[in-house]
């Protein structure tokens, strides 16, 4: 009979690598991933997990649940019947594919899958990105068979005897130099990130200094697409008014795949970005130079977490995007001026490194 896996949660990244590590070394597992179709309800631009998952050719279910909400409001009774339709939704799906295990990457949307499989009596594992776990990871926790854990720091969250600290999943071929050198310059090179829905925020910041970005710098900008903003579709109409050199040093991307970011990190000499854990377990891996620009209103503070750890090492500056965009623009200066300083501070965190965290879970989940 088929062995059949559930991967889910809100962390695509991780998932990814642990899929791409799976459909290597254990091809008879059928993999399936439950997950968000579109960036928000509002938004008919398509996530990032349900593009990626189906170019891996792996059956998609879409699921549509409420968060956990810790204020009572008007927000709190919607989020209260969406995650009622998600508990039996989540049901529904279990029911059909019945599941060997369940594999979570916390989020909200992992939750009633976790607890509908656990109560269809499937295996349950899960896996936490930051170093301050959430609310849905400290619940999954209980039941769980084991809690993979990316930060020492981490541990006390959770029950000792069932926690492995793995580290964080990264998608392999990041690791491998690419050759392909797509975005190649001979400017000093930068990529300026917001994760796959992109930063509003951050891509303002970067609209103001642009033009002074591009007397120096090959620019490589991810806009993301979320429709609430156009900021890709603001931003291409300001490249159209760039002079041919400028246009020529701004590449402006919404979105950068898992064929193509291999080739932009091995072109970037530093990287301008959010503090999420996934970004920061790639700039480690990666020894990568970065300006952070932490989200303000993360889970317990999680992305001003991620940054003072690189900060406190040496190998990235934080910029705090209630500052003017001048001071982002001196930031970026002094990282790219003394930046291979910064790499070198990088053996400082050598602990923090895990390139076969995504083996040691596919090891962990499949003796038992």
């Known amino acids: 009979m088929t062995k059949k896996i559930i991967i889910s949660g809100g962390h695509a990244s991780p998932a990814l690598a642990v899929i791409d590590e799976l459909q290597i070394n254990k091809p008879e597992y059928k993999i399936y991933f439950v997950g968000r179709k579109f960036n928000n309800s509002q938004d008919s631009e398509l996530s990032f997990e349900y593009k990626e998952i189906k170019l891996r050719k792996i059956p998609f279910y879409n699921l549509n649940t409420g968060r956990l909400m810790r204020s009572i409001s008007f927000d709190t009774l919607q989020n209260l019947f969406l995650a009622v339709r998600g508990f039996i939704h989540s049901w529904q ?18 939750l009633p899958v976790t607890i509908m499989g656990w109560l269809y009596g499937v295996k349950i594992y899960t896996h936490e990105q930051t170093i301050h776990p959430g609310i849905t990871n400290r619940i999954i926790s209980v039941f769980a068979k084991n809690i993979f854990i990316s930060y020492p720091q981490s541990v006390s969250f959770f029950p000792k005897s069932k926690t ?91 979105h950068v795949d898992s064929r193509e970011i291999a080739d932009v990190y091995a072109t970037s000499d530093i990287v301008i970005s959010r503090s999420g854990a996934n970004t920061v377990s790639e700039l480690i891996a990666l020894r990568i130079p970065a300006v952070l620009v932490p989200l303000p209103w993360s889970a317990n503070d999680e992305q001003k977490k991620h940054a003072e750890l690189l900060e406190n090492a040496g190998v990235a500056e934080v910029f705090d995007q209630e500052k003017p965009s001048e001071i982002l623009l001196k930031l970026i200066q002094k990282v790219m001026m003394k930046r291979d300083s910064y790499e070198k501070n990088y053996s400082k965190l050598e602990n923090y490194s895990s390139p076969n965290a995504a083996a040691a879970i596919i090891e962990t989940v499949f003796k038992k």
Request: glycine content about 8%.
């Open 93 to 110: 799906i279990i029911n059909k594919i019945r599941p060997h295990t369940i594999l979570s990457f916390g989020g909200y949307l992992a």
């Open 164 to 254: 492995i600290l793995t580290g964080n999943p990264i998608r392999h071929f990041l690791l491998q130099k690419s050759s392909r050198n797509k975005y190649k310059s001979i400017l000093d090179t930068i990529y300026i990130t917001g994760g796959s829905l992109g930063s509003h925020s951050l891509n303002v910041h970067i609209e103001n200094i642009l033009q002074e970005l591009l007397k120096k710098y090959f620019v490589i900008h991810q806009t993301g697409n979320v429709s609430e903003y156009d900021d890709f579709k603001r931003l291409t109409k300001l490249k159209e008014g760039l002079n041919e050199k400028e246009r020529l040093r701004y590449k402006l991307i919404s």
